[in-house]
């Protein structure tokens, strides 16, 4: 069993940056892919980055390449997503999620889910 609970949302201006955390309970956190996933109002939840249990494979929706990065630090049981040059499209409610296999993009691929953390970026 894995909780997870995300922080580090806020509000941001365009071009603004944020780190969001996910911080995990469980000694086994560290087998488990982590993602980040955002729904805004009235869209479905899209998958935006993922880490795997090394670290050392990560994957980002088009919408963020090259903009956000997503790091683990297995020690604190802890994954951030650092979002740069934030968008009033990047707007969302941001969610952790936990999953037992490799590769995971989907939100049913996930099990274990936090219950987000808000990110509103203004023009």
């Known amino acids: 069993q894995v909780q997870v609970v995300e922080s580090g949302g806020g509000s941001a201006r365009l071009g603004d940056s944020l780190r969001l955390s996910c911080a995990a309970s469980?000694?086994?956190?560290?087998?488990?892919?982590v993602g980040w996933f955002r729904q805004a109002p009235g869209k479905e939840r899209q998958f935006v980055a993922n880490?795997?249990?090394?670290?050392?494979?990560?994957n980002y929706a088009d919408s963020v390449k090259g903009r956000y990065t997503v790091s683990r630090d297995n020690a604190k049981n802890t994954v951030y997503l650092q979002m740069n040059n934030l968008k009033p499209e990047d707007t969302a409610l941001y969610y952790c999620?936990?999953?037992?296999?490799?590769?995971?993009?989907?939100?049913?691929?996930?099990?274990?889910w936090g219950q987000g953390t808000q990110v509103t970026v203004s023009s």
């Open positions: 880490i795997n249990a090394n670290g050392d494979i990560t």
């Open positions: 999620a936990a999953s037992n296999r490799y590769p995971a993009w989907h939100v049913t691929h996930y099990t274990y």
């Open positions: 469980g000694r086994t956190f560290k087998i488990y892919t």
